[in-house]
């Protein structure tokens, strides 16, 4: 199995900036997208951004412009940093990718989440 950990996420004042990680590990033959969502109460999981194994991103439109995402694949890691935060981009952070372990079929995969809270 994969599994995601998530780092980085804590409380920012509004036009500030921050950085939030995620960590692959586990058994891992090939791990094709990662990326991020986020939800807050009462409203469907959205997503932020995506990148691909070749570094091809795709991000919301709430974010473009504003947030960068990246990877470093010999890390099996990806980053995404925040910056110009707004109150509205208060919510759980969930990492997640698109992998295959060894021999099995690609499934996708999901962190616990990070708590990003953006308030004066």
């Known amino acids: 199995q994969v599994q995601l950990v998530e780092s980085g996420g804590g409380l920012v004042q509004p036009g500030g900036s921050l950085r939030v990680s995620c960590v692959a590990s586990?058994?891992?033959?090939?791990?094709?997208?990662m990326g991020w969502y986020r939800q807050v109460p009462g409203k469907q999981r959205e997503l932020v951004a995506r990148?691909?194994?070749?570094?091809?991103?795709v991000y919301s439109d709430s974010v473009q412009g504003r947030f960068t995402i990246s990877r470093d694949n010999a890390k099996n890691t990806v980053y995404l940093q925040m910056n110009s935060l707004k109150p509205e981009d208060t919510a759980v952070y969930y990492c997640?990718?698109?992998?295959?372990?060894?021999?099995?079929?690609?499934?996708?995969?999901w962190g616990q989440g990070t708590q990003v809270t953006v308030s004066s």
């Open positions: 586990g058994s891992i033959f090939r791990i094709y997208v």
């Open positions: 990148i691909s194994s070749g570094g091809r991103t």
């Open positions: 997640y990718s698109n992998a295959s372990p060894p021999g099995s079929a690609q499934s996708t995969y």
